[in-house]
T-cell receptor, first 114, second 115 residues
Framework: AQSVAQPEDQVNVAEGNPLTVKCTYS??????LFWYVQYPNRGLQFLLK????DNLVKGSYGFEAEFNKSQTSFHLKKPSALVSDSALYFC????????????WGAGTKLIIKP | DGGITQSPKYLFRKEGQNVTLSCEQN?????MYWYRQDPGQGLRLIYY???????QKGDIAEGYSVSREKKESFPLTVTSAQKNPTAFYLC??????????????FGPGTRLTVL
């Protein structure tokens, strides 16, 4: 069965420092991976996805993610964090065994301190 | 949140009542989805629909019902059979693509509280 894990409940980063939010996955075939962001009491906003091709995927708001097949990871990164990046981040993987539905990580709360 | 609207934003329900959450999209997307979000958990799929007049159960469909009479609309009814309905409910839509490469776009959500 497909699965996705976000090993950190919370990540704290100082403003201006680089940030990384971790995601690992388990799939039986080629993975389709997604990152979303959620601000308090709001819906999810799509950031980026990996389907195939270049391992470094660039997305919205200066975020990027690196697909690493050997480590089965898809970590979200940003070179310089902003206070406004503080939010809840979700990683998801497409479940190829269940009509292509998304399987979601539990989320990582990112706190950027001024 | 783009062309997906959900109403109401907050909803309060007494035990034993059915309530209906609205989801409308003007993105011309064929597929629509309902998710439930609880603190500390990932999203869980309740129901989804890939085409008008057809829908499938997700992982946690018990106590919920849906209809898809129009492409733009996918209302969710939380019935009295749902034992723990207090949660944040999210509607999403997408253009289905072969192999599952489509991106889902989300509405702003409805927070349901049982009194």
């Amino acid at each position: 069965a497909q699965s996705v894990a976000q090993p950190e409940d919370q990540v704290n980063v100082a403003e201006g420092n680089p940030l990384t939010v971790k995601c690992t996955y388990s799939v039986s075939g080629n993975p389709y991976l997604f990152w979303y962001v959620q601000y308090p009491n709001r819906g999810l906003q799509f950031l980026l996805k990996y389907i195939t091709g270049d391992n470094l995927v660039k997305g919205s708001y200066g975020f990027e993610a690196e697909f690493n097949k050997s480590q089965t990871s898809f970590h979200l990164k940003k070179p310089s964090a902003l206070v406004s990046d503080s939010a809840l981040y979700f990683c998801a993987v497409r479940d190829l065994d269940s009509n292509y539905q998304l399987i979601w990580g539990a989320g990582t709360k990112l706190i950027i301190k001024p | 949140d783009g062309g997906i609207t959900q109403s109401p934003k907050y909803l309060f329900r007494k035990e034993g009542q059915n309530v209906t959450l609205s989801c409308e999209q003007n993105l011309n997307h064929d597929a629509m989805y309902w998710y439930r979000q609880d603190p500390g958990q990932g999203l869980r799929l309740i129901y989804y629909s890939q085409i008008v007049n057809d829908f499938q159960k997700g992982d946690i469909a018990e106590g919920y019902s849906v209809s898809r009479e129009k492409k733009e609309s996918f209302p969710l009814t939380v019935t009295s059979a749902q034992k723990n309905p207090t949660a944040f409910y999210l509607c999403a839509s997408s253009i289905p693509r072969l192999g599952g490469t489509d991106t889902q776009y989300f509405g702003p959500g409805t927070r349901l509280t049982v009194l």
